[in-house]
């Protein structure tokens, strides 16, 4: 049995080497497909990372009125984090926002000048709630809007809450989010669909140029396994040769488009995520390619050796 | 050793190759099937070899039906015959000597018998210096040496050559001739199929005749006679 696969793997590297052309061509298609394959995945997974940053931006604030005092505040914080929606409630004193705005306009003079013209803390203190989900805003924002549910001296507190600014922004966002996660579902299925079926039909055409071959084999007596094999392993050496190119193709790609994604999410960019999760692409790039060629060629040689007898 | 017994084998599209025939071939013998082209010598050389199903009657090799040959011995049953086709049937991507290396390859040689035997069929068949040579490189003559060393190599029983010559001038006819002859007198049986009177007659051995699918005449010491 050792010596057959030694046969067999020999003469898969044999037949690899010396196929040239039919070689390259399989390749550089099968390189095509994986790296279809690879960029959507990628893509996708680095889309969804930029959307949960994205989701993370959306909040309420819930600006308080100026005579609040700490222990209603409190007591009101502890209330919303009581609610099964919400994820943390931040607690902004009359301070911190002073000095939050005072850093997010210090380009700006005039705002400066204003502030100091009408002395003091013109600002309140701010709560500020995350959602577990973005569909669960308004459902914090009605409990918020419903005295029955608050005391009346929570209630009182209460000077603003913003939902109503962002609502709309916010539902945008959820039906952007939702949107952009079917859309790349489907997307990456019809794109894995057409990769597979081109390399398939690749490999089958060139396992067809050698049908002759085959008919030759069996007539010297040769098994289907023995057959068979040398085109497998043909098959695994196409899927790790483009696989490796595809690899070294995605450095550059994600080198170029890293300051377009940098600029769009503000943050994380595509080269930096490609670069943290290289072993994970790696092995799905790598096992991609293989079980590809190895499938392909498998089915491919299948028919020559079926259809006789 | 071979004995076809009462074979016809008529196509799906209605053509019959091979109508009612019946002879035996003994083991050593050297038979050359004669008879225009669409006669049925080579529906007979692929029946023997398993690659058809006859429609009625048997076709037994050692006594084994060949018919009830299950698929996957098909193989084994294979390496016993050697094999040599008109169009030669190389394996191109291949050396001359990785061509007959893999007939014992598939038949689970060893590398020490495949070095040892390899070198040795090769300059039976003269082809010494072409070893590692690929099958473009060389003439037809050549190929067919080639392919010859290939059908022999694994010791089989039988040898089929179905129009060795058939591409080749005289010249090369003739050494291929000469060397099947050899092997025959080395102990191989052998089937020759041909349209060649010259090979035929200067043989001087058994000639079995077809026509339309028929026997038409089985002689001892034949002639090409049609």
Known sequence: ?309 | MIYFDNVSKTYPDGTVAVDGVTFAIEENEFVSLVGHSGAGKTTLMRLLLGEEQPTSGTVSFDSVDIQKVKKRDLPKFRQRVGVIFQDFRLIPQKTVYENVAFAMEVAGKTEEEISADVPHVLELVDLTNKMWNFPRQLSGGELQRVAIARAIVNHPDLILADEPTGNLDPVNTYEIIQILKKINDLGTTVILTTHNKGVVEALGKRVITMDHGKVIRDDPTGKYAL
């Open chain 1, 1 to 309: 049995m050792w010596m057959t696969n030694k046969r067999i793997i020999k003469a898969g590297f044999v037949n690899f080497w010396r196929n040239g052309s039919v070689s390259f061509s399989a390749v550089f298609v099968l390189t095509i497909a994986l790296f279809v394959i690879g960029s959507t995945l990628l893509f996708t997974a680095f889309l969804g990372t930029g959307l949960k940053e994205l989701e993370d931006k959306i909040d309420i604030n819930i600006y308080l009125s100026q005579d609040a005092t700490e222990t209603q505040i409190l007591d009101l914080k502890s209330k919303l984090e009581g609610l099964p929606e919400v994820k943390t409630v931040t607690y902004v004193t009359k301070d911190q926002a002073l000095e939050d705005f005072r850093i997010r306009h210090k380009d700006n003079q005039y705002i400066f000048q204003a502030l100091d013209e009408v002395g003091g803390n013109p600002l309140t203190a701010v709560l500020n709630v995350k959602a577990k989900q973005v569909s669960q805003y308004e459902g914090i924002s009605n409990f918020l809007g419903s005295k029955t549910d608050l005391s009346a001296e929570s209630s009182s507190i209460v000077n603003k809450v913003n939902y109503n600014d962002n609502k709309v922004a916010i539902e945008r966002m959820n039906s952007l989010i939702a949107g952009a996660k079917q859309l790349g579902a489907i997307i990456i299925i019809i794109l894995v669909c057409i990769s597979v079926l081109i390399t398939f039909n690749t490999i089958r055409l060139a396992i067809f140029i050698a049908r002759d071959e085959i008919k030759v084999m069996r007539l010297v007596g040769g098994g289907n396994y023995f057959i068979r094999g040398p085109f497998v392993v043909e098959g695994i050496l196409y899927g790790i040769a483009a696989g490796i190119i595809t690899l070294i193709l995605f450095y550059p790609v994600s080198y170029w488009f890293k300051t377009i994604t940098q600029s769009f999410y503000g943050g994380v960019d595509v080269l930096s995520y490609f670069l943290a999760n290289f072993v994970q692409i790696f092995f799905i790039i790598m096992l991609s390619g293989i079980a590809l060629g190895a499938v392909s060629s498998y089915l491919a040689v299948h028919r020559y050796l079926v259809d006789a007898r």
